[in-house]
């Protein structure tokens, strides 16, 4: 069973050049998220969608953005990169019902290194 | 503000119990989640809980105090493969989730 699927594992990026961190999930989740992961802090959210067509700001959304056109998919996009988001990025899905969070599943992560 | 404290690391030896503490401030609070995560891995859901009280799961247990804004996750006859660093995480009252920085447990033979 896949789960989660994040593209690409690791990638190197030349500041200012535009990223697309790919999420596909198969376990028709109707809800997103996009967390970034720094050593000594917790996860912070990048982004949300509670549902396919709508999509939410979380802590940290500057720099980057998301899309959600159906269920499966929800890409983060980092349109002109800054070193600042070196980071491990990890894409989680829950089966949510309206008012709460369930338990979140997470891909393996996404190691973005900014030179 | 919110925030959510626990410690950076701990080290506990093979076959014993460690309780790894996690206390937490929150605007509402819709229940506290525990997390696994392996190095270099993803993290796994351990535990939830949203009254107060102890919840038992095989080796593992998580425990809540709302009143004191505190939980912790006990980890009993430690094997090696429980070396990972452990993550608490706080639901406000808009349900997010707030996350710790994690602990990092370091198991010993």
């Known amino acids: 069973t896949a789960g989660i699927t994040q593209a690409p594992t690791s990638q190197i990026l030349a500041a200012g050049r535009s990223m697309t961190l790919r999420c596909t999930q198969d376990?028709?989740?109707?809800?997103m998220y996009w967390y970034r992961q720094d050593l000594g802090l917790g996860l912070r959210l990048i982004h949300y969608?509670?549902?396919?067509?709508?999509?939410g700001k979380g802590e940290v959304p500057d720099g980057y953005s998301v899309s959600r056109a159906n269920t499966d998919d929800f890409p983060l996009t980092l349109a002109s990169a800054v070193p600042s988001q070196t980071s491990v990025y990890f894409c989680?899905?829950?089966?949510?019902?309206?008012?709460?969070?369930?338990?979140?599943?997470f891909g393996e992560g996404s190691r973005l290194t900014v030179l | 503000g919110q925030n959510i404290d626990q410690p950076t690391e701990m080290t506990a030896t093979e076959g014993a119990i460690v309780q790894i503490n996690c206390t937490y401030q929150?605007?509402?609070?819709?229940?506290l989640f525990w997390y696994q995560q392996h190095a270099g891995e993803a993290p796994t859901f351990l535990s939830y809980n949203v009254l107060d009280g102890l919840e038992e799961k095989g080796r593992f247990s998580s425990f809540l105090s709302r009143s004191k804004g505190y939980s912790y996750l006990l980890l009993k006859e430690l094997q090696m493969k429980d070396s990972a660093s452990y993550l608490c995480?706080?639901?406000?009252?808009?349900?997010?989730?707030?996350w710790g920085a994690g602990t990092k447990l370091i198991i010993k033979p």
């Open positions: 929150t605007s509402g609070f819709n229940g």
């Open positions: 376990m028709r989740h109707n809800a």
């Open positions: 995480a706080a639901l406000d009252s808009n349900y997010q989730l707030i």
């Open positions: 969608s509670n549902t396919a067509g709508t999509t």
């Open positions: 989680a899905s829950s089966d949510s019902t309206s008012g709460g969070t369930g338990e979140l599943f």
